[in-house]
């Protein structure tokens, strides 16, 4: 992977890519994919997030490979993602535990949250 950033007007930066450039896009690419709406959360712990747009248009897909990209180039791994989701991801869904407080989604927390209770005795 060569990468070379132009300015505003188009021209070429002249820097000759021995790896920073490379590893700044790659930076720029994680940082870009952790703000997107395609995931929920807290800034170090975000879960993959309900969005039809992104779904329909394979943008999970691209970001599955611009994830890839990185770690095959030596750019940042996605630190981003919750301990829940990487355990998921690395060693299938039974690895998995997810607990009430992964649940980041406000309205579905309060209704898990209300069918945890036990049932007081009437």
């Given amino acids: 992977m ?3 950033f132009s300015d505003d007007f188009g021209k070429n930066e002249e820097a000759i890519d021995l790896g920073g450039p490379r590893r700044e ?3 720029l690419l994680i940082e870009a994919l952790s703000m997107s709406p395609m995931f929920e959360g807290t800034h170090e712990s975000k ?3 309900m969005n039809s747009t992104a779904m329909r248009e394979d943008k999970y897909f691209l ?7 990185s770690l095959v180039h030596g750019g940042p791994a996605p630190r981003f993602l919750s301990p829940v989701l990487f355990a998921s991801l690395v060693g299938g869904p039974n690895a998995a535990c997810p607990t009430l407080k992964d ?3 406000a309205d579905l927390h309060e209704k898990l949250k209300k069918g945890s209770r036990p049932l007081s005795k009437v």
């Avoid at 970001?63 to 890839?68: E, V």
């Fill in 2 to 4: 060569n990468v070379k």
């Fill in 25 to 27: 896009f790659l930076r």
């Fill in 47 to 49: 879960n993959v997030a």
């Fill in 63 to 69: 970001a599955g490979r611009a994830i890839a990209v």
């Fill in 103 to 105: 649940v980041t989604d």
